[in-house]
């Protein structure tokens, strides 16, 4: 298996640490706000890669943060506190704000079919690991105090940049909006902070420098040391991370270990939302109960996902999600066709044949767009007998979790309106009025509704395709 990773910027044939298994760190939803259909792209494609590493035969451990506290409004030490922020808003308590959207996130993470990792922990509750961490880095010397704050020295560190392959020499005092003073180079960043511009942050906590608070990188260099080591196979996240936030964090944790701490560095690309940026705090953000009311399946969103790779933009427009939703219900339509008769012997050497296929697609860097073409080569073969046809989609469908085993004719509702016009339609057909029930018949079929009449004024009712 090929992934490309940012480190190196190439792509590497993957080798676990432990042979069979893999280690997974991702950078989880910052949760003081709705995450929005960008936000779950990148989960999306992490569930893609979880479910590949699972067909490749690993066990894959998978931890995700939630970060509850001391997120700022940028990704460096400067703007305003977005818990705060959002706490004041809606007149809540900062933790029940967070917990109100860890649920509502995890309800939409539930409707993508996304695999819930193994662990997934909660930055206030680590708050003690922290302050432990960051000792550390105070005895190794990599960490000093200025006006109260607790600051990671980037230059001591000796490689920082790596990732993002920036060249901090060329980094001038003074360059960024809200430069911090006390710091003794402009790459360095917050571990602990006492003294902040945010009078009133509600969630403190004791610890040998002061009441304070975390800076945001070290949750992530704390959690997943704690629940994956001081290695780990792989690590994901968006690529706005890339420059600040993994930069620090692994600058935070190589500090500390003394070793190299991540072995793939996997980046997934954005959604974008008519050339702007979708985000929390500019407020132009579409949700999946979003997507729901406008009547889309969540599952045609993953659909639209697994059509671009995760490294490459992808342009949301509901053009494009209009027709992923009808690529997805034609999909289901040829899946209950073919499930309604398994009969006959399952073709072992085309089975093979075509899961390599789909296996050498998802198995290159998690080309899902090449998968998804093999899975509809599979759909399309009028060769391969229904048994053979399931018995690969089946499998396939553990990686692209499209849900087709659920697949079934659904019992057709027609709406109050449609009903309505049905009943109209009843009385014109008693009145001989011919003209009036082919007229209502055109206004059904308007509404997605067939009907065929039936000896003895019965009514077959039918949704039209
Ligand atoms: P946040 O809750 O803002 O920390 O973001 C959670 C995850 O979503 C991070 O991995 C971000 O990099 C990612 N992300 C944020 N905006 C987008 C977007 N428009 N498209 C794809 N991923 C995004
Ligand atoms: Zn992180």
């Known amino acids: 298996m090929k992934l490309y990773n940012t480190l190196s910027r190439q792509l590497e ?7 069979g298994q893999v280690s997974m760190y991702c950078c989880g939803p910052t949760v003081y706000s709705f995450a929005h259909i960008g936000n779950l792209r990148t989960y999306l494609n992490e569930d893609f890669l979880h479910r590949t590493l699972e067909r490749a035969g690993y066990k894959v451990h998978h931890v995700m943060n939630i970060t509850d506290v001391g997120h700022l409004t940028s990704d460096e030490d400067t703007g305003e506190d977005k818990m705060l922020k959002a706490a004041e808003q809606e007149k809540m308590d900062v933790l029940a704000l967070a917990r109100k959207y860890e649920d509502f996130f995890f309800d939409e993470e539930k409707d993508l079919n996304i695999i819930r990792p193994e662990k997934v922990c909660r930055a206030t509750e680590h708050v003690q690991d922290m302050i432990e961490f960051v000792k550390k880095l ?32 060329g980094l001038q005092h003074g360059a960024r909006v809200e430069e911090d003073t006390n710091k003794r180079n402009p790459t360095d960043f917050v571990l602990w902070f006492t003294s902040s511009k945010f009078e009133n942050q509600i969630l403190q906590w004791d610890s040998p420098w002061g009441r304070g608070y975390p800076g945001w990188h070290i949750e992530c260099s704390v959690m997943s040391s704690k629940y994956l080591g001081e290695n780990i196979d792989i690590h994901c996240g968006g690529v706005d991370h890339v420059p600040v936030h993994h930069e620090n964090e692994k600058a935070q944790s190589e500090g500390c270990f003394g070793h190299k701490w991540v072995n793939y560095w996997v980046h997934n690309e954005f959604l974008q939302l008519k050339d702007m940026k979708m985000s929390k705090s500019l407020g132009n953000i579409l949700t999946i109960p979003a997507l729901k009311e406008k009547g889309y399946n969540p599952l045609a969103y993953r659909y639209l996902a697994l059509t671009a790779h995760y490294r490459s933009l992808l342009q949301f427009t509901w053009e494009a999600l209009d027709s992923a939703q009808s690529a997805f219900d034609n999909l289901k339509t040829r899946v209950i066709e073919i499930k309604k008769d398994l009969s006959g012997a399952v073709d072992e050497a085309k089975k093979t044949e075509l899961l390599a296929k789909f296996d050498a697609a998802i198995f290159n860097d998690i080309s899902t767009p090449q998968a998804l073409a093999v899975m509809w080569e599979v759909v399309k073969d009028s060769s ?29 509702a027609p709406s109050d309106e449609a009903l309505k016009l049905i009943e109209e339609r009843k009385q014109a057909r008693a009145n ?25 004024n019965q009514l077959d009712v039918f949704p039209l395709k």
């Open 13 to 19: 044939e993957f080798k676990p640490i432990t042979e």
């Open 384 to 412: 391969l007998n229904n048994a053979t046809k399931w018995a690969i989609l089946s499998e396939m469908d553990t990686v692209l979790g499209l849900k087709m085993d659920e697949m079934k004719e659904e019992a057709f």
């Open 432 to 456: 001989k009025d011919w003209a009036k029930s082919d007229e209502l018949r055109d206004a059904l079929a308007k509404l997605g509704v067939g009907i065929k009449d039936l000896p003895g």
């Open 138 to 169: 105070e005895e190794k010397g990599l960490a000093y105090t200025a006006a109260g704050n607790v600051y990671f020295d980037t230059v001591k560190f000796g490689h920082y940049g790596e990732l993002s392959h920036k060249d901090i020499g």
